[in-house]
């Protein structure tokens, strides 16, 4: 009965052994990337032992935004909750001020 469960998996027009690459991935949407190298996902701030970003430190604040004055997410900058929440605020403080633009 349960002779060979995996003919019915495969093409029944392709006569021709394909190498198996079930194991390479079936599709992308899942698993890791392998596109970029391992970035490490630490905190910059929490690695520089900065409790707090302030809206005055514009050279941090810049550093986290893109260049039209967006602010990077957190999977681009690898920012923690917290200092994201941050940086979120100081970002929005300093277009208020007219210091960075608002996008978007
Ligand atoms: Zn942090």
């Known amino acids: 009965m349960n002779n060979e ?3 019915e998996f495969s093409a029944p027009d392709a006569s021709a052994p394909r190498p198996v690459n079930r194991e390479d991935g079936p599709r992308r949407s899942f698993g890791p990337r392998k596109h970029f190298a391992a970035r490490r996902k630490v905190c910059r701030l ?7 970003v302030d809206y005055k430190q514009l050279q941090i604040v810049k550093s986290f935004c893109a260049d039209g004055g967006k602010i990077l997410s ?3 900058t690898g920012a923690c ?7 979120a605020i100081a970002v929005k403080i300093n277009r208020n001020l007219a210091i960075l633009p608002y996008c978007g």
């Open 46 to 52: 929490c690695a520089e032992k900065i409790p707090h």
């Open 74 to 76: 957190r999977r681009i």
């Open 5 to 7: 469960p995996r003919k």
């Open 81 to 87: 909750a917290k200092h994201q929440r941050q940086l």
